[in-house]
């Protein structure tokens, strides 16, 4: 049977015609993803760090098991088939923006020069009180927050009828807001976020709200690459509900606490204890700067902090993980621009109590290690409401430092990198029509 004739069979919509990638934000993590699908595409780079590019899952045991590709064992969207639309604060092109980030080189950026000319941002949703360090002017005029939404869902439906797509993807990589505390009476139901919507209750509901909710009102995947309380809300599960559509974050995993993830669980398997682990970092590009604001650092300080919880367990294991010290810092240092270096010192205990420590320092590129999530959360975003999965993505957890979960029944995030890549695995098994397992391999 050919990979089309399983799908119809398993009612998984085929990746046909254009996806159009509408990113919220125009910065260094997105420009830098722009610029990578399109060098791509002409052949000038690889995209390394992709997984749906590169991966294989083994599919079958013993005599019947094979290795696949993504793309072998679903239909993800091509390279080719992609269009990019964007929102930002400020109106330069995804040209400029690509220059005044300085990720990539002038050489790489001047290769892709016309692709990335003809992306122009459309105006932003955007509240000053929100990211106090930003002060552009390419900013939508709306008396509420219902406005905002209205204007957003235009905005979608105008580019999906100007660039001929068939779907559409949004994804928000956009600067991070200032911590916004689950407020239940705003956030706990769809009619309640709605009211408070119509009602411009501007302190409950962030911008970032708006296009998550434009987006799953236009039928269309929601991913969060912020720590943005946005879809981690129940009104939001609902919405999501609601219009079968998938949303997935939050805050991209791409450097220390992709480490962490990864670290910690040696730290589990050996049953090894912990007194603390003390992560700090410098970075100079303008996420950095908006991050200095504390009111903005603290939606980024939770995030990174509730990574150990889920793997270090203290309930279980109180003689190990009872009471350690976990501190983040992330310390704003221009000379460093998106080459953002980070330290990790972490105390560790063996056996009669006997103190160890192990030390990681990681000179990493913020944007590099972003650019590829960005792609693989759109394919698989995509793949997902093709194979009519929707509300929260679990499955994409690997991808997020503080993934989705329905806290309001008590449910347990999974953090471990490896859990996670499990169950990345099965999900993508399960479209295929193949048997999930737990296997290593
Ligand atoms: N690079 C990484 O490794 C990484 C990892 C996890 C999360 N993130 C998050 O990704 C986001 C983007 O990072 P970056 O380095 O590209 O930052 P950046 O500052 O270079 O780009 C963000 C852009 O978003 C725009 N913006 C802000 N509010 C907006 C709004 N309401 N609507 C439209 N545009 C808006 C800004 O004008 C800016 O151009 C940040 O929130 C960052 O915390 C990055």
Not at 115 to 120: D, G, Q, R, S, T
Not at 356 to 375: E, G, Y
Request: charged residues 25%; aromatic residues 10%.
């Amino acid at each position: 049977m050919s990979l089309s004739q399983k799908m119809e069979h398993l009612n998984v919509k085929p990746a046909d015609g254009k996806l159009g990638i509408m990113v919220v934000g125009l910065g260094a993590v997105s420009t830098t993803f722009i610029a990578g699908v399109f060098s791509v595409r002409k052949g000038l780079a690889k995209p390394v760090g992709a997984m749906t590019q590169y991966d294989k899952i083994r599919v079958g045991k013993g005599e019947d098991k094979k290795y696949l590709s993504y793309g072998e064992i679903v239909p993800l969207a091509k390279l080719d088939d992609i269009v990019f639309g964007a929102w930002d604060v400020y109106p330069a092109n995804a040209y400029q923006a690509a220059m005044y980030a300085e990720v990539l080189k002038e050489k790489d950026i001047n290769q892709v020069r016309d692709e990335l000319e003809a992306i122009v941002p459309m105006k932003a949703a955007f509240d000053k009180n929100y990211v106090k360090r930003l002060d552009g002017d390419n900013v939508k005029d709306c008396k509420t927050r219902w406005e905002m939404v209205e204007q957003l869902r235009d905005d979608i439906r105008r580019f999906k009828a100007d660039n001929n797509c068939q779907r559409i993807v949004v994804i928000w990589a956009a600067s991070t807001e200032i911590y916004v505390p689950v407020y239940e009476p705003v956030h706990g139901t769809l009619a309640s976020l709605e009211q408070a919507m119509k009602d411009n209750d501007t302190v409950h509901v962030a911008p970032s709200m708006c296009y998550a909710y434009a987006a799953l009102a236009e039928g269309v995947p929601f991913i969060m690459g912020a720590p943005n309380t946005t879809v981690d809300i129940p009104a939001m599960w609902e919405m999501a509900e609601k219009t079968r559509m998938p949303i997935s974050g939050k805050d991209f995993k791409t450097g220390q606490t992709l480490v962490k993830s990864g670290f910690a669980p040696i730290i589990s398997t050996r049953c090894l204890g912990l007194n603390g682990w003390f992560s700090t970092n410098i970075l100079g590009n303008r996420d950095g700067l908006v991050l200095d604001e504390p009111a903005n650092f603290h939606t980024k300080e939770v995030s990174k902090l509730s990574t150990l919880e889920s793997i270090l367990q203290a309930d279980k294991h109180p003689d190990l993980y009872k009471d350690y010290f976990h501190k983040v810092c992330i310390n704003y240092y221009p000379p460093r621009n998106d080459n953002k270096e980070g330290w990790d010192n972490i105390d560790i205990f063996g056996w009669m109590g006997y103190p160890m420590q192990v030390k990681i320092n990681f000179l990493c590129r913020d944007s590099i290690l972003a650019a590829p999530l960005l792609l693989d959360l759109c394919l698989l975003s995509d793949l997902a409401a093709r194979a009519g999965r929707f509300g929260i993505q679990r499955f994409l957890s690997f991808f997020f430092k503080s993934p989705m979960h329905d806290y309001a029944n008590d449910e347990v995030p999974v953090n471990h990198l490896f859990q996670q890549y499990v169950m990345l695995k099965n999900a993508i098994r399960e479209m295929g029509g193949y048997e999930p397992d737990e296997e290593i391999d």
